[in-house]
């Protein structure tokens, strides 16, 4: 999938439910959420007779609990039909074309670059305090 029909799926999303909340998203999208404790996993995605759920991992915390809900709403929205490789501290940071489309989506679906531009300089905008702002890792920057 290339990035460009990437950013128009995310423009959709926002659009069409007025939210950047992947969490909210998925209740929308009629994609399940289910917290539970997956030891070192932060979570996956998958899909068993057309029903799309999301596995977040009970013992992360808000920020990470987000971060991850966005990844693996990265793979409901973009490979509905792929059960996809957990996500882990590891996995997270992997080269695999999913993986990185997922980290994409993820990434422009929280960062309001528009609203960040407004409340800060553009001269002073840096994209780690993007990050930051957004509470994102700092490995997510290839992705803004």
Do not use: W
């Not at 909340?21 to 030891?39: R, S, T, W, Y």
């Not at 957990?86 to 679906?109: D, G």
């Not at 702002?133 to 997510?140: I, Q």
């Amino acid at each position: 999938m290339e990035l460009p029909i990437v950013d128009e799926k995310i423009h959709e999303l926002i659009s069409n439910y007025e939210t950047r909340d992947p969490i909210q998203l998925a209740k929308l999208l009629n994609v399940f959420i289910i917290e539970e404790d997956l030891g070192e996993i932060y979570g996956y995605y998958n899909r068993v007779n057309r029903i799309k759920m999301i596995h977040i991992n009970s013992r992360l915390d808000d920020l990470n609990k987000r971060t991850t809900a966005a990844h693996e709403l990265g793979h409901a929205v973009l490979h509905p039909s792929e059960n996809t490789p957990m996500l882990s501290k590891t996995t997270i940071v992997s080269e695999l074309k999913i993986e990185k489309e997922a980290n994409y989506f993820a990434t422009n679906l929280i960062v309001d670059k528009e609203k960040y531009f407004e409340e800060y300089n553009y001269e002073n905008v840096c994209t780690y305090g993007m990050l930051n702002h957004y509470g994102l890792p700092e490995h997510f920057a290839r992705y803004i």
